[in-house]
């Protein structure tokens, strides 16, 4: 089982800046996808930016060119680097770590939310 912990959200103006930070325990060595996710109030959760094992990164058409994922995998985290940020970026952000069974964990979410 991995424990995950997000942190790094906040109020942002627009064209801002944010870097949230996902902070994993418990069983990561079966980890094969890490990825960060998105929920607007009265919308669906979608997909972010997600990293593989490998290093291969995909992000969502709306974030590319402002958001990248990367890991630090001697601390177990993993981030998102958010830039030029617009209102349509407002949502709860969650962390989700993918095993090699197809088992996801989810952290408990950070809000974000961007004025314009």
């Known amino acids: 089982q991995v424990q995950l912990v997000e942190s790094g959200g906040g109020l942002v103006q627009a064209g801002g800046s944010l870097t949230l930070s996902c902070a994993a325990s418990?069983?990561?060595?079966?980890?094969?996808?890490r990825g960060w996710y998105r929920q607007a109030p009265g919308k669906q959760r979608e997909l972010v930016a997600v990293?593989?094992?490998?290093?291969?990164?995909n992000y969502a058409d709306s974030v590319k060119g402002r958001f990248t994922i990367s890991r630090d995998s001697g601390k177990n985290t993993v981030y998102l680097q958010m830039h030029s940020l617009k209102p349509e970026d407002t949502a709860t952000y969650y962390c989700?770590?993918?095993?090699?069974?197809?088992?996801?964990?989810w952290g408990q979410g950070t809000q974000v939310t961007v004025s314009s």
């Open positions: 989700k770590y993918s095993n090699r069974w197809n088992v996801d964990s």
């Open positions: 990293i593989t094992r490998d290093g291969n990164t």
């Open positions: 418990g069983s990561i060595s079966s980890i094969n996808a």
